[in-house]
């Protein structure tokens, strides 16, 4: 079964950038929708950013302007770009795909928006 491995977190100023990757172990090409979930503490999980194969993406409301989602499907990636950073972005961000093409869980990577 595909694993998910995500990547790229870390502790940045308010206003920052950070690059999120999620490198899948096998293709996600057949996956019409991949995402970004993030979760804060005390909180459950929550979507942040949908893509799916064909390029049509998505966003909640508190991220859209500032977030980026894309895939390489060719190599099996996964990005978030996130940018203008604010403090209540801090949380473990993971992907995977909604519904019924839902993977295991990978471990996720936090993301801490501090000054």
């Known amino acids: 079964q595909v694993q998910l491995v995500e990547s790229g977190g870390g502790l940045v100023q308010p206003g920052g950038s950070l690059r999120l990757s999620c490198a899948a172990s096998?293709?996600?090409?057949?996956?019409?929708?991949m995402g970004w979930y993030r979760q804060a503490p005390g909180k459950q999980r929550d979507a942040v950013a949908f893509?799916?194969?064909?390029?049509?993406?998505n966003y909640v409301e508190s991220v859209k302007g500032r977030f980026t989602i894309s895939r390489d499907n060719a190599k099996n990636t996964v990005y978030l770009q996130m940018n203008s950073l604010k403090p209540e972005d801090t949380a473990v961000y993971y992907c995977?795909?909604?519904?019924?093409?839902?993977?295991?869980w990978g471990q996720g990577t936090q993301v801490t928006v501090s000054s």
């Open positions: 995977n795909s909604p519904g019924p093409t839902s993977l295991p």
């Open positions: 096998g293709s996600i090409s057949s996956i019409y929708v």
């Open positions: 893509a799916t194969s064909g390029g049509i993406t």
